[in-house]
């Protein structure tokens, strides 16, 4: 079986690629290949977590080998760059540090993750 490496990512990268994966439905899958490759899954495995193609995980991983982020996106959903100010911060860590059931009106989990912060 051919061996398909992936270039080391930079923690910018990832935090992008969990971005689109989170927000882009077209693109999603795309981060989530790169992001399993990442994890040191193979093309078979990432196969069946991703139901699709080998050529097309290939082809993707190659794709962010030579142009990063921008060889995965659609030209339609070009990657807007997004500028954490001081103020969106301090915001977060308030949030962060409460409780989402009894501080947030009762909402249905207890503790914050990723996705919902999005």
């Not at 080998?65 to 001081?86: C, L, M, P, R």
């Amino acid at each position: 079986m051919r061996n398909t490496s992936l270039r080391r990512l930079t923690n910018e990268e990832r935090n992008i690629l969990y971005e689109i994966m989170v927000d882009n439905k077209e693109d999603g899958y795309r981060a989530k290949i790169i992001l399993l490759k990442d994890k040191g899954y193979t093309v078979a495995e990432i196969r069946q977590a991703t139901n699709h193609h080998d050529v097309n995980i290939r082809k993707w991983i190659h794709h962010f080998n030579e142009k990063g982020v921008d060889g995965i996106i659609s030209k339609i959903h070009k990657h807007k760059s997004i500028k954490i100010t001081d103020d969106i911060k301090k915001k977060i860590v308030e949030i962060v540090t409460k409780n989402p059931r009894t501080d947030y009106g009762g909402l249905p989990f207890s503790t914050w993750s990723l996705r919902v912060l999005v």
